[in-house]
Nanobody, 117 residues
Framework: QVQLVESGGGLFQLGGSLRLSCAAH????????VGWYRQAPGKQRELVAT???????EAADFVKGRATISRDNGEKMVELEMDNLKLEDTAVYYC???????????WGQGTQVTVSS
C-alpha cells in the first residue's frame, strides 16, 4: 500500500501559485516529522520545507517568503502552498514523513510541477 499520496501538481504560470497536498495513510501522523522535497532534472533531491508535530517549520532559502507548509494530524494531510512561482521551481515534488524516534522515512511517489512562461 502506498502510504503517502501527493496531489496538486501540474502546469503553472510564472508568478502564479500552487497548492500541493499529501494524504498520509498511516496510523497516526503525529509520530512523524513531515515535509516536502523536490528534484529537478539532473539535480539532486533538495528539501523544500518541513513541519514538526508542534508546528515548527523550516523552509529552504529558495522558497522563504513564498512558501507555507501546514499539517492536519486529524485528517492526516500535509500541504505546501507556494506563490510567485519561478521557472526553477519546476521539479518533481515529494512528500515525506520521517518517524520521530525510529529510523524510518516514508516517501510519496512524487507529483510533477512545471512552471512555464
Amino acid at each position: 500500500q502506498v502510504q503517502l499520496v501527493e496531489s496538486g501538481g501540474g502546469l503553472f504560470q510564472l508568478g502564479g501559485s500552487l497548492r500541493l497536498s499529501c494524504a498520509a495513510h498511516v496510523t497516526s501522523l503525529r509520530i512523524y516529522t513531515v515535509g516536502w522535497y523536490r528534484q529537478a532534472p539532473g539535480k539532486q533531491r533538495e528539501l523544500v520545507a518541513t513541519i514538526n508535530n508542534d508546528g515548527t517549520t523550516e523552509a529552504a532559502d529558495f522558497v522563504k517568503g513564498r512558501a507555507t507548509i501546514s499539517r492536519d494530524n486529524g485528517e492526516k494531510m500535509v500541504e505546501l502552498e507556494m506563490d510567485n512561482l519561478k521557472l526553477e521551481d519546476t521539479a518533481v515534488y515529494y512528500c515525506y514523513a520521517r518517524h520521530n524516534w525510529e529510523d524510518s522515512t516514508l516517501w510519496g511517489q512524487g507529483t510533477q510541477v512545471t512552471v512555464s512562461s
